[in-house]
């Protein structure tokens, strides 16, 4: 089950106005280019933005996502039509052939156990092509990210367009290292409804991933800095195992 952030249909009409920066995404499109990429699966498409910037750049692609509320907004988007949108998880996926799979926005953290995160390592496997990408970003555990996630800190007070004026932080609710839980709240003030969603995160170091996605059949072929959010996460380059795509030595960055 998908957290209510994506969920409900209200929070997930209101994700793309709240956060509309999405220089995150950058990383993933010079990828794109780079390796001459021209179909793609993005696991954990939420509402889209990613899918539909590949397909205006004429890609095959394919989008899944647990939320159908996101993925009602995802299909509104210009290049939406172009797209094929699948609802569910990775395990659901049918047969694919693609040269890259996608996990953006730090989707890889929301598999908390080590069963959820192989069978969908093994499911991204399934779906490339043997010579294919796996391309995906984690945030960087010794950072300690979820110390900014406070109301202090997070606190907002926006008007959107449509909407009105919306009242919004974050709040840690749990640590218990490797996962970090917290809770989002959204006031409206039109109505004086207040939305909570609960989310949890797992917090893997690099070498953790580097040992999952070995067992689940990818070499690493790189480590590469975030460019919008330098030393705060890594960008992990993997192909399926026997028939990489980079011709030079595996480089890490490592700590």
Not at 74 to 91: I, N, S
Not at 226 to 248: C, H, S, W, Y
């Amino acid at each position: 089950m998908a957290d209510a952030i994506f969920e409900d249909g209200r929070l997930a009409e209101i994700y793309d106005p709240l956060d509309p920066d999405r220089t995150d995404l950058d990383a993933y499109i010079a990828l794109v280019g780079e390796f001459g990429i021209r179909s793609v699966l993005d696991i954990g498409c939420g509402t889209g933005t990613f899918a539909c910037l590949l397909a205006r750049m004429e890609r095959d692609v394919t989008g899944i996502d647990p939320a159908g509320a996101s993925l009602d907004v995802a299909r509104r988007k210009p290049g939406a039509a172009q797209v094929r949108w699948l609802q569910g998880d990775a395990t659901a996926l049918p047969p694919l052939q693609v040269d890259m799979v996608t996990m953006t926005g730090n989707v890889a953290q929301v598999f908390l156990t080590d069963e959820a995160w192989g069978s969908t390592l093994e499911a991204a496997h399934e779906a490339l092509k043997p010579d294919g990408l796996l391309v995906f970003e984690v945030r960087d555990p010794v950072r300690e990210a979820w110390r900014g996630w406070t109301r202090d800190q997070s606190f907002r007070r926006i008007e959107l367009p449509g909407v009105g004026l919306i009242e919004t932080w974050v709040d840690v609710t749990e640590i218990s290292p490797p996962l970090v839980s917290f809770r989002h709240t959204f006031i409206f003030e039109v109505d004086g409804a207040v939305l909570v969603s609960d989310s949890t995160l797992r917090f893997r170091d690099m070498a953790e991933v580097e040992d999952t996605l070995r067992t689940s059949g990818f070499v690493l072929e790189e480590v590469r800095d975030a460019p919008d959010r330098p030393g705060r996460e890594f960008v992990f380059i993997a192909t399926r195992r026997n028939r990489g795509m980079l011709k030079q030595e595996p480089r890490r960055r490592l700590r």
